[in-house]
């Protein structure tokens, strides 16, 4: 475990294990757990209608035919129709009612729930709306004390507007000139304050996460199996396989290994986090510009397998 490169090419901070870096999609991995644990209390069901938790759609009849489980394995057809071409900053800026409320225009379906996989970042929105509805606290709130605290990730934090303030690394882009220029919170106030990305965390403390993950230290075994082994949908009809658990991707990954994983992309900030089950094999890499993960991951693994 080490960290590498400049947190702050400004300022020349140095980037070490402890170091914060919005972790992108793997926040939606989280809110996840947040929605399994009010499962697990029986405060909500994976079986619940999403009209249950937000009947102003323009067609309810979608609404009833969408359950929270294909939010969670992203197959619920409902279709994004946020403004994110029009508007180039919404999907690093809007929060989760702006991010969800969109969709509630829906009149159609891409198709019916549990036969396709459609990716979806405001169906993660939408879940930590509904953590919020069922415990009535911020979702940032409940997930620290539920996940966070038990997990030990006692510098993590999640954004809801203001950014981390100290140990926390800076995301840059290259621009025309191939130029790396900062794009983050100092650009956008409100960046990655939202569901489907809002996680600040460090490589030490997404290793706590994932021997709480194993250690069963938030939700028992038999849920945090549920989390990690493919959805069954016995009317799948797309052309890609199923591939999804309750957040995590779990298939053969490029590099032709058996893995449970995310990645993730926002702004400056790129991020991959895997476990390759069969090798006990844990790996997750934070990054402040660009760089290419899968060459990454495939040399990782590599050099772990000879290590082993």
């Known amino acids: 475990m080490d960290g590498f490169g400049l947190a702050d090419m400004k300022t020349k901070q140095p980037i070490n294990t402890k170091t914060l870096f919005n972790v992108g999609s793997i926040s939606k991995t989280f809110v996840a757990y947040g929605i399994l644990k009010l499962a697990k209390e029986r405060k909500l069901s994976l079986d619940d209608e999403l009209y249950k938790y937000f009947t102003d759609f323009k067609n309810t009849e979608i609404v009833k035919k969408v359950k929270l489980y294909h939010l969670l394995t992203h197959t619920s057809g409902i279709p994004d129709i946020r403004p994110v071409k029009e508007q180039h900053d919404f999907y690093l800026t809007a929060k989760d009612e702006e991010n969800f409320t969109p969709l509630k225009q829906t009149d159609t379906l891409q198709f019916e729930p549990g036969t396709k996989y459609s990716y979806s970042n405001p169906a993660f929105n939408g879940l930590a709306l509904i953590i919020e509805k069922v415990t009535g606290k911020k979702w940032q ?83 945090i199996d549920k989390s990690r082994t493919l959805y ?77």
């Open 141 to 223: 709130e409940y997930i620290s004390e539920n996940i966070y605290k038990p997990a030990d990730m006692k510098t993590s934090t999640i954004t809801d507007g203001p950014h981390p303030e100290t140990g926390v690394s800076h995301g840059y882009v290259l621009n025309d000139k191939k130029e790396f220029e900062e794009l983050d919170y100092g650009e956008e106030p409100t960046f990655a304050a939202a569901g489907n990305g809002g996680v600040w965390s460090s490589v030490e403390e997404l290793w706590n996460y994932e021997q709480a993950i194993q250690q069963h230290k938030f939700l028992p075994v038999e849920w």
């Open 232 to 308: 069954p949908f016995p009317d799948w009809k797309d052309e890609i396989p199923q591939r999804l658990g309750l957040s995590w991707f779990i298939n053969q990954d490029s590099i032709g290994h058996q893995m449970v994983g995310h990645t993730g992309s926002q702004g400056g900030f790129i991020s991959d986090y895997c476990w390759w089950p069969e090798e006990k094999i844990f790996y997750v890499l934070l990054c402040n510009i660009p760089k290419p993960i899968q060459e990454i991951r495939k040399k990782v693994y590599e050099v772990a397998k000879m290590i082993k």
